[in-house]
């Protein structure tokens, strides 16, 4: 092994530790692997940078607002409408669900379809008495099948596609990849729709379980009228810091106030709600000055002002690592948390002491601009209103259609790259007043898209250094038996095995020269290896940390890490499967 092959591999081992331990978010990994090798000269400046000028960030940013302009105006909202139409087996309301999804994925990024679909889905199955976690699930799995059929289908296939362009050789067509990605979708589908009834029904979700349990964890106190704490403040009454529960609001006739600053003051009359541990409240019950009120349903704690908001802790969120005390939640987001839900179970300490983790979902008592003011900054993966309301379409999501449908079109016939068709999209979703600069700004999901083009560096390093070709000679020992089948077989299980521990992105830029020279190796067509690298990347439905939508749809479901692998054990297969007798060449 040479020297630079030896420092690539020692750097990327460090990158792969430090996104698999999440100790830094994965764009400040990737890009200080690449200015490491770029600065110990295994890579010159114009391979490291390479990235930033191909066309894959620039077409996943434009792609981006595209989608942004699909939630936003209710474009699919027809769509979901028909979907969430009530009867039949569970196996047949599966597929009327994740056919649609599947279907949208195609062309649309699957992580705002997925934004979209959780709360309408989680209203509709509440209201039907069906469990959430029976949909939630499958439709990121349907979303992940979905973006392997197109080239647009997800970043990781315009990722490869990039870097076949910049290996000198043709990018990839629009449908290319889809009479392999449709096989593995359409097998993948039926699968989900027969497994998912068997697996998943017995979870619960954050509010199922907040409903069930409510007097469990939450108390209503009234103030006494002329008594002790009647024109205190919260803070001087001694509710501040109480053992066990918290206050999150006031109820009065004009209203009601959440969350509760320090400095309100109490008056005579007014309905305290508390959440915390009802079987520990031993000093709120001290308080003089308070006395019991008769509550019959969590729905006291909101008015026309207030709903119930879930939100999911992003991997990149500053909460990660912090208590509620600490990041002074109640003053800094406006809103009061009355659970968390983690692996599946709702916690049952003082939420004031309870580090968060990324994949925590928050159910929180918030006024109605929340989701409004969050929804797409970092701190939280998905923020959801559980209000039930199914969100009306625009008659701009007509525009929004035919503008996808044309970037589409006009690349699949060769007459506009993809990369221009997105652009003018973009452009045109902010001159005809679509998105706003600034909800088109916000939209691009700077993390995703300097993870892609810093990672082009890193590919080059592995690949320039002579590692690719050396962790090559391994996976083509196989071919020896079963010729480049067997070489394939091992890029596919090499680059799932890497996705469930790094983005997916990630492990699409690392495998790619490996792929390439393995394929050479073997005696195999390099563009099979290429197209095999993309559709295994995607392939994460193992655990709900190797893609973002299964990150979405943990907390809100009440998954277990286990659920992950029991229903993503069969899809892994046929992936591989599929890939391997398709594409053997």
């Known amino acids: 092994m040479s020297f630079d092959a030896l420092l690539t591999l020692a750097v990327t081992l460090v990158m792969v530790v430090a996104l698999v331990r999440e100790w830094v978010a994965p764009a400040i990994a990737v890009v200080t692997a690449m200015i490491t090798l770029l600065v110990l000269g295994v890579i010159d400046t114009r391979s490291a940078l390479a990235g930033f000028s191909n066309p894959a960030p620039i077409t996943v940013a434009a792609l981006f607002v595209l989608a942004r302009a699909v939630e936003k105006t209710g474009a699919l909202q027809p769509f979901v409408a028909g979907m969430l139409s009530a009867g039949g087996g569970e196996s047949r309301s599966l597929l009327r669900l994740l056919l649609p999804t599947a279907a949208a994925s195609c062309f649309f ?60 050789q043709e990018p990839l067509g629009m449908f290319e990849m889809t009479g392999v990605g449709g096989a593995v979708a359409v097998l993948g589908l039926v699968a989900v729709a027969l497994f998912a009834p068997r697996i998943l029904r017995v979870r619960q979700g954050p509010l199922e379980s907040f409903d069930a349990a409510f007097r469990e964890y939450a108390v209503e106190m009234e103030v006494e009228a002329g008594g002790p704490v009647d024109g205190a403040t919260v803070e001087s009454a001694g509710l501040r810091h109480l053992q066990g529960v918290f206050l999150v609001r006031i109820g009065r006739e004009e209203g009601v106030v959440a969350p509760v600053a320090p400095d309100e003051v109490l008056r005579g009359r007014d309905l305290l709600g508390f959440v915390g541990r009802a079987d520990l409240v031993v000093d709120l019950q001290a308080v003089r000055g308070l006395r019991s009120a008769e509550h019959k349903h969590a729905e006291r704690f909101r008015d026309a002002r207030h709903n119930f908001v879930e939100a999911v802790i992003s991997p990149i969120s500053p909460l990660v690592g912090q208590t509620l005390a600490e990041c002074d939640f109640r003053e800094q987001y406006g809103a009061a948390v009355l659970a968390i839900h983690r692996a599946g179970d709702r916690i049952r300490y003082k939420l004031g002491t309870v580090r968060l983790r990324a994949g925590d979902t928050l159910l929180l008592l918030a006024d109605q601009g929340f989701r409004g003011r969050w929804r797409d900054r970092r701190d939280f993966l998905l923020v959801a209103n559980l209000d039930g309301a199914l969100p009306v379409g625009s008659r701009r999501g007509m525009l929004v259609l035919a503008t996808a449908a044309a970037v589409v079109t006009l690349a699949a016939i060769g007459v506009l790259p993809v990369l221009k068709g997105a652009l003018i999209g973009a452009v045109l979703m902010v001159a005809t007043g679509t998105l706003t600069p600034n909800e088109a700004r916000s939209a691009l999901n700077l993390d995703v898209l300097i993870v892609i083009a810093a990672a082009f560096g890193l590919g080059a390093a592995i690949e320039q250094s002579g590692l690719a070709a050396m962790l090559a000679g391994g996976l083509v020992l ?92 069969p899809l892994t297969v046929i992936v591989v499967v599929v890939i391997t007798v398709l594409l053997a060449r």
Do not use: C
């Not at 209201?127 to 970043?155: D, E, N, Q, W």
């Not at 990722?159 to 000198?168: K, P, Y």
């Open 478 to 569: 196989p071919s020896q038996v079963l010729g480049p089948k067997g070489a394939l077989l091992a890029v596919v299980l090499s680059t799932i095995v890497l996705t469930e521990l790094i983005t997916n992105n990630a492990a699409a830029v690392m495998m790619f020269p490996v792929a390439q020279a393995a394929a050479l190796a073997a005696g195999g067509d390099p563009r099979s290896f290429a197209i095999a690298v993309a559709l295994a990347a995607s392939a994460s439905f193992l655990t709900p940390i190797g893609y973002q939508t299964n990150t979405m749809v943990y907390g809100p479901g009440g998954y277990r890490f286990v659920d992950y692998a029991r229903l993503g054990a």
């Open 109 to 168: 990024n699957n992580t705002p379809i997925v934004a979209m679909l959780v709360p309408q889905v989680s209203a509709w199955a509440n209201r039907h008495g069906k469990p959430v976690a029976l949909y939630l699930l499958p439709i990121s799995f349907a979303a992940i099948l979905g973006g392997m059929v197109t080239l647009v289908g997800t970043s990781t296939n315009l990722i490869v596609s990039g870097m076949l362009e910049e290996a000198g």
